[in-house]
C-alpha cells in the first residue's frame, strides 16, 4: 500500500490566493522529505528539502517566500503555493527519505490549476 | 548534478521482456542506482535499486556491470500496464535528493 499520502490530489484556485498542499508520511518517521514540481512533458525538478524542526532547503531558482515549507513533525511536510499565478499551475509531487539505502517514495502528486 | 544517459524511448512486445539501459559512469562508490517509474498524471513509483551487484524483485532485475558505470532494468514479461516513463537515478542514499533526468517512455504493444 501507499506509504506516502498527498493531499489534495488536485485542486484549482484563483489567482492570488494561497493553496496548503499536505505530505503524510505513513510508515516512517521521515526527517527529511522532497518537494518537487513537474510541467506537462517534462521531467521532475526538485523544488526544495523539507527538513523536520528546520528551515528548508530550497533549490537555485525556487523562490522561499512564495514556496512556503513546513515540516512540523515527522510525518508531515506541507507546502503553501502564496500567492498564486497561473505559471505555478503545475504537478506537485512529495517524497520522504528513509534510511540510508533505503528508496525514497512519493506521493500521488497534487495537480494544481490557477486560473 | 548527478546525471545519467538513458534512451529517449523503447517498444517492447506484451509479454516479452523489456530491457531498459542506462549510463551513470560519473557514479560514486558509495551512490546506489534507483531505478523509478512514472504512469502519466501519478507520482513515481519505485521499482528496485542496487549498489553493485545484481537484484532481483516481484517487480524487475536490475544488473549493474563490474564497474558500475551502467545498468540494465529488466522486466520479464512486460504488459500493457508496464508503459510508463522509466527513470534510473544515483544518490548517496534516499535522504540525498534525487536529480531526475528525462528518462525512458517504454511502450508495450499489444
Known sequence: GAVVSQHPSWVI?????????????????????????????????????????????YEQGVEKDKFLINHASLTLSTLTVTSAHPEDSSFYICSRGGSYNSPLHFGNGTRLTVT | DAKTT?????????GRAANLPCNHSTISGNEYVYWYRQIHSQGPQYIIHGLKNNETNEMASLIITEDRKSST??????????????????????????????????????
Open chain 2, 73 to 110: 532494468l529488466i522486466l520479464p514479461h512486460a504488459t500493457l500496464r508496464d508503459t510508463a516513463v522509466y527513470y534510473c537515478i544515483y544518490s548517496g542514499g534516499s535522504n540525498y535528493k534525487l536529480t531526475f533526468g528525462k528518462g525512458t517512455l517504454l511502450t508495450v504493444n499489444p
Open chain 1, 13 to 57: 484556485c484563483k489567482s492570488g490566493t494561497s493553496v496548503k498542499i499536505e505530505c503524510r508520511s505513513l510508515d516512517f518517521q521521515a526527517t527529511t522529505m522532497f518537494w518537487y514540481r513537474q510541467f506537462p512533458k517534462q521531467s521532475l525538478m526538485l523544488m526544495a528539502t523539507s527538513n523536520e524542526g528546520s528551515k528548508a532547503t
Open chain 2, 6 to 14: 538513458q534512451p529517449t524511448s523503447m517498444d517492447c512486445a506484451e
